[in-house]
């Protein structure tokens, strides 16, 4: 059964720093292309970054510069480090997973919260 588990979400405030961790299992890691979304309430969920099988990344507008996704494929995780943290910043990320369409999975999501 595939899982992804994401953790390290919690309330910070404005300017600090979070690292999430989304741990798979139940799949072939390193073949996935693996992204952060984030969903606020009454919004769409977004995509704030990738991370192809390769190691390309691509980040949303208002993100680059500040987060950095990775992967350790030996861990079957891939992280979010989230730098200079804004309230805008405030939602539900989500880990999700890919593989050529074949398969798309989804974590349960983890809370930012950036306030004063």
């Known amino acids: 059964q595939v899982q992804l588990v994401e953790s390290g979400g919690g309330l910070v405030q404005p300017g600090e720093s979070l690292r999430l961790s989304c741990a798979a299992s139940?799949?072939?890691?390193?073949?996935?292309?693996m992204a952060w979304y984030r969903q606020a309430p009454g919004k769409q969920r977004d995509l704030v970054a990738t991370?192809?099988?390769?190691?390309?990344?691509v980040y949303t507008g208002s993100v680059k510069g500040r987060f950095t996704i990775s992967r350790d494929n030996n861990k079957n995780t891939v992280y979010l480090q989230m730098n200079s943290l804004k309230p805008e910043d405030t939602a539900t990320y989500y880990c999700?997973?890919?593989?050529?369409?074949?398969?798309?999975?989804w974590g349960q999501g983890t809370q930012v919260t950036v306030s004063s």
């Open positions: 139940g799949m072939s890691f390193s073949l996935y292309a």
């Open positions: 991370i192809t099988s390769g190691g390309s990344t």
């Open positions: 999700n997973g890919r593989y050529f369409g074949k398969n798309n999975y």
